[in-house]
Every structure is written in structure tokens, then in C-alpha cells.
């Protein structure tokens, strides 16, 4: 019919977040089903503290990147297919005008699904690329006995299958409840049609400008946008000043690892965030400039409101990661022997910031600069 | 003054060039009340678009007392529009999510104008003020982009086939609002309209046909909206 994968394509960004969390996931859950196969062997009483922290490790990493990154992949996946039906209403109205029923236009929508097929399946590949040096590095000093890497089929089961199935029941699913509305909403035109009204209505006027108050609507209108920039501005922060701790704490892999993850994370997340910001207030900003609003004008209004959003992600990531590592040092590697000590580091966090900034600004220049070239005919065309 | 001299545009490359306007000159004295007639196709709207500073043309000048504002940079232009133009179109194109008060405001901030609800009042929606354009029928829709453009305080207001997309009743409701805006703030008027008449309301009358210009003249008495057949 009219979905394809051509649509599924374009959720790239749930295909690099699955991949992501199953990558990291897949190794420390085969690693830890691999280490828990060799605790009869176990003997000392050193080997068996360490043990438990690896196993505690592990249990932490999955739950806490996997959950995470699980439910920020459900979240985008929920918000795509919400953008896919408001700017597919009429062709989805026709379809239902003509007597498909709303079961039989969702069905389509499986396609989703093969995102997280994508993904998922290069993260479980990726992971066991990477398990031979992670496995060395997770027992270096030989402190337990050898752990032989093995395929678990439960582990292809849960990071592979399960959510690929999962993630087109809920396209599914979540579609064919997004598709229950009248024939006549979803074919009238959504420009003049889609708006929330009575949210904003008890709000009294105040003496707020224009682009004050767009700047403020932008950013309430969608607050799954909002939640993937603090999002990317958390992982970026999170990620980048753990890696650097990861270093002295655990492994100059670990360290390389979850700076690659973050920064693909943060920046994906990211630039799907704010195209998608751009691309849903074109008409906005096509008319604000035919009125005379200023480039500088049209992005303070359209991208403005998510700069402190982007910043306090920031400050959450790092109160995270600090929280983090304080718990992995304070209380599942406690009584492990020769464990660094753990202290905030101030540089780290500032020079991550200062990037932070740098590199923010520098997309909010280039997506400012797009403004330009938004047609004024774009409005004028329909 | 606005003196539009021998403009030419065109669209497409190659063997799909077409040329949509074809040395196209005319002359509007302030105040004036200008309706561009001419049947789809004919070129008006995008002679709008070039003598409103939405479009440039490939050449030809565009004089507005003594700027050409075909030749001004993408900075200057937009500051054009700011100070002086005022926009209403067909589908009106109003801010889905903000209310009739917003809407206005948005024109009214650019001419830093505190008392735009007297405009919202003008136009007959003060009862409306916090109704979102999904609430609003075609015809108040059109009254709000009114007030907007109004708002702003133009020297210059553009219309693009306003009434376009609203019944006859309505849509003389519409112009007569128009009308006796135009009297009270001594803007002008520059529509666009295949409706033949509608000119029968405006002092100058400039019907196009196939990029060209092809007569003008001037009506010594003007009919109200309400005069007029539809």
C-alpha cells in the first residue's frame, strides 16, 4: 500500500539508538551469562569478590543502558509514526474513505519494525566483534578463570528478535489507535485543522512578544522534540565525561567505547530532533519572513526555547554520570582491591561543556542559516 | 509612488523556460486602489509577488519612490517588508496554534503598534479574541488575516484573490471591511482577482493577460462591496 521501507528508512535514529543498547547490552549480558558458567570454579575468596562485581556490573549496565535507551527508542518510534499519520492524513483519509478499516491500514505500518531489525542485528553483530578484547579487558589480571565467549541463543532471542517484533506490533499497534478518528479530520487539511485549542485557552494575555510567545508554543507543542534534545544534550554529557573516568576506573576501551556511543547517540538524536523542528514550522517561518521577521528573528522563535532545554540536558548528564560512578565505586566494586579513587573532575566537565557549546551553536548556526533558504513560494505553492 | 518598469520573469530551464512576465510596466499613486484582473495563467499573482518584494524579477526595475527594490540584498528586502507591506492571502495562512490575538499580534509587533485590538475590533472579532483559527469560520479566518496585515501598519497592502475561498456573502463582508480600513488608515491597495467585478471597487483597473499588460483604466465612481455583482 502506501507504506514502505522507503518510510522505514527514515527512521534512522531508532536503528542507531537499538543498536547502540544492544551492542553494550549484548556484551555485558554475554558476559555475564559466560562468567556465571564459570563460578564453581571459583576458589579464592579475591576471585569471588571480583566475580560478584563483574556480575553486579553487568546486571547494572544492561538495566540502566538498556532501559534507557529501550525507552527513548520506543518514544521515537511512538512520535514517527504520530508525524508519519499527520503528514499522511489525507492519503491515510482517502484509504479509510474507500473502506479499508483501521486495522488493515496499521497492519502497514509493520515496516517499522525492520529499524529496529537494522539495528539491533548490527549491534549484536558489532558486540561480538568486540567481546574477544572486551573479555580480556574484563579479566586482565587473570583474577578469575579463563571465560570462553559462547553464543546464547536467549541473548539473539531477547536483543534481536524480540524487538524487532516488538517495535511492529507496537507500530502497529500504536497506529491503528492513532488511526481512530473520522474519516473527515483526517482528510481536511491539517494546516487549519490539527490544533490543540482548549490547552491554551484559560491562559491570560500578557505583554509577551510574538516571537517570545512562538518560541514558547514551538516548544510546547512538541515535547517529544523537546525530550530527544535533552536527550542528546544528556548523552553527550553523560557519555563523554564517563568515558573520560572509564579510563582511570575500568579500560581505555571502555573509555573509547562509551565516547563513540555517546557522541553517535547525542548527535543523531540530535539532528533528527531539530530537522524535524525545522521541517514542521516551514510554513511558520515562510510566513514570518513574507511579514518581515529576520533570519536572526525566525530561528530565535523556531530554536531559541530549546537552548536551555539542551543545556540542562547537559546538567542532568553530568549529575548522572557522577551518581553513576559514585555507585559503581562506593557500592559494587566496594571491596574490590585497588580500585582507584573516584573524585568529580571539574576539567573534564568543563572542557566537555565548552565543546558542548561549541558544537551546539555551531548546528544552530547552520540550521539559522537554513531559514535563508525557505522559499517564500513554499506557502504559496499549496 | 510604486512605478514598476518593463519587469520580466521567468521560470524553468532550458527548453521548459517560460516567461511569465513579459516587460510588464505600470504606475500606482499612494492611496490608489489598484485590482490586477486576469484569468489563471495570465501573470498577475506572480507580478504581485515581484512588486511586493516577495520575488525578484529576472530584470526591470521596481521603484518605490526612488528604491528599486529589485536590487536590494535579501537583509534590506525582508527590512522592506517590514516597514512597509502588508500581505492577505487566499488561504489566509494563520498560526494554527496561537489565537486571533496572537495571530494580530504577530503583524503588530513588527510596527511596534500596542493598540492592534482596535484593529481586531475593526474587523468585527473583539468577542473572538481567544479563538483559535480551527474554531473560526472562513470568513472570520480571512477577518483575522485582515487585522494582521492592518496591524502592521502598512503603506502598501497586498491582496492575493482574498475573497478566493469564501461564499459571496461572506466575501463582501470581507471586502467592505477592507474598504473602510482603507479609508481610515489612507493605505494602498494592490488585488489581485479574476473575479471581473470586484474592479468595479477599485479606482484602477490593470487586467493582464499572457504576461502582458493589456488595458488600464480608472472607474470615476466606485461601488461598495455590496453594489457589486458577484
Known amino acids: 500500500m502506501m507504506i514502505g521501507i522507503k518510510n522505514a528508512s527514515k527512521l534512522v535514529g531508532i536503528s542507531v539508538i537499538s543498536c547502540c543498547a544492544v551492542l553494550v547490552c549484548t556484551m555485558f549480558l554475554n558476559f555475564y551469562l559466560d562468567i556465571s558458567s564459570i563460578e564453581d570454579e571459583i576458589t579464592s575468596e579475591l576471585s569471588l569478590i571480583f566475580y560478584n562485581a563483574q556480575v553486579s556490573t553487568a546486571k547494572v549496565v544492561c538495566l540502566v543502558s538498556g532501559g534507557c535507551l529501550l525507552i527513548t527508542s520506543v518514544v521515537m518510534l511512538m512520535f514517527y509514526i504520530k508525524h508519519y499519520i499527520d503528514t499522511h492524513k489525507k492519503e491515510l483519509g482517502i484509504l479509510k474513505a474507500l473502506g479499508y478499516s483501521n486495522l488493515k491500514i496499521a497492519v502497514n505500518f509493520w515496516v517499522f519494525g525492520i529499524s529496529a531489525l537494522l539495528g539491533t542485528a548490527v549491534g549484536f553483530g558489532g558486540a561480538f566483534l568486540l567481546m574477544p578484547k572486551f573479555y580480556a579487558l574484563q579479566n586482565e589480571d587473570k583474577i578469575l578463570p579463563e571465560i570462553a565467549i559462547r553464543f546464547h541463543p536467549t541473548v539473539f532471542l531477547y536483543f534481536v528478535v524480540l524487538p524487532t517484533v516488538g517495535f511492529s506490533l507496537l507500530a502497529i499497534g500504536y497506529a491503528w489507535r492513532k488511526l481512530k478518528k473520522p474519516v473527515l479530520s483526517l482528510l481536511k487539511n491539517d494546516f487549519r485543522t ?52 572509564m579510563k582511570e576506573l575500568s579500560s581505555e576501551m571502555m573509555g573509547a567505547m562509551m565516547l563513540i556511543i555517546g557522541l553517535v547517540l547525542a548527535f543523531t538524536t540530535l539532528f533528527l530532533a531539530v530537522t524535524t523542528v525545522m521541517k514542521g514550522n516551514t510554513k511558520t517561518i515562510a510566513m514570518m519572513r513574507i511579514f518581515g521577521y529576520s533570519q536572526k528573528e525566525c530561528a530565535m522563535a523556531i530554536l531559541g526555547g530549546y537552548r536551555p532545554v539542551s543545556y540542562t540536558g547537559f546538567a542532568i548528564g553530568t549529575v548522572y554520570q557522577y551518581a553513576l560512578l559514585r555507585i559503581m565505586v562506593d557500592i559494587v566494586f566496594k571491596d574490590m582491591e585497588g580500585m582507584p579513587a573516584y573524585q568529580f573532575d571539574v576539567p573534564v566537565m568543563l572542557i566537555s561543556l565548552a565543546i558542548f557549546i561549541l558544537i551546539y551553536e555551531i548546528l544552530m548556526a547552520v540550521y539559522s542559516d537554513q531559514i535563508k533558504k525557505i522559499s517564500m513560494k513554499e506557502i504559496m505553492m499549496e | 509612488m510604486i512605478e514598476v518598469k518593463n519587469i520580466i520573469k521567468s521560470y524553468g530551464d532550458g527548453e521548459s523556460r517560460f516567461q511569465v512576465l513579459q516587460g510588464v510596466s505600470l504606475e500606482m499613486e499612494d492611496g490608489d486602489f489598484v485590482v490586477i484582473l486576469g484569468a489563471s495563467g495570465s501573470g498577475k499573482s506572480t507580478f504581485l509577488n515581484v512588486i511586493s518584494g516577495l520575488e525578484r524579477p529576472d530584470s526591470g526595475e521596481v521603484l518605490y519612490d526612488t528604491i528599486d527594490i529589485a536590487a536590494l540584498s535579501d537583509n534590506e528586502l525582508t527590512s522592506f517588508r517590514k516597514e512597509n507591506v502588508g500581505f492577505i492571502f487566499q488561504q489566509y495562512y494563520l498560526l494554527p496554534n496561537m489565537d486571533v490575538d496572537r495571530n494580530v499580534k504577530m503583524g503588530a509587533d513588527l510596527a511596534g503598534n500596542k493598540d492592534y485590538r482596535t484593529v481586531i475590533e475593526a474587523v468585527g472579532l473583539g468577542e473572538k479574541l481567544h479563538k483559535y483559527p480551527s474554531e473560526l469560520s472562513g470568513g472570520e479566518q480571512q477577518r483575522v488575516s485582515v487585522a494582521r496585515a492592518l496591524a502592521k501598519k502598512p503603506k502598501i497592502l497586498f491582496l492575493d484573490e482574498p475573497t478566493g475561498a469564501l461564499d459571496e456573502r ?20 494592490v488585488m489581485v482577482t479574476h473575479n471581473g467585478n470586484i474592479a468595479e471597487m477599485a479606482k484602477t483597473v490593470v487586467k493582464m493577460n499572457s504576461g502582458k499588460i493589456t488595458g488600464i483604466y480608472r472607474n470615476e465612481v466606485l461601488k461598495t462591496a455590496y453594489e457589486i455583482g458577484w
Open chain 1, 194 to 245: 490539527f490544533v490543540k485549542t482548549k490547552k491554551y485557552r484559560e491562559e491570560k494575555i500578557n505583554d509577551a512578544s510574538f516571537v517570545a510567545y512562538l518560541k514558547k508554543t514551538t516548544l510546547r507543542s512538541k515535547k517529544t522534540l523537546t525530550f530527544f534534545i535533552l536527550f542528546a544534550s544528556f548523552c553527550f554529557s553523560s557519555m563523554t565525561q564517563m568515558s573520560f573516568s
Open chain 2, 170 to 189: 461572506t466575501g463582501r463582508q470581507v471586502l467592505d471591511y477592507i474598504c473602510k480600513l482603507k479609508n481610515k488608515y489612507n493605505f494602498t491597495i
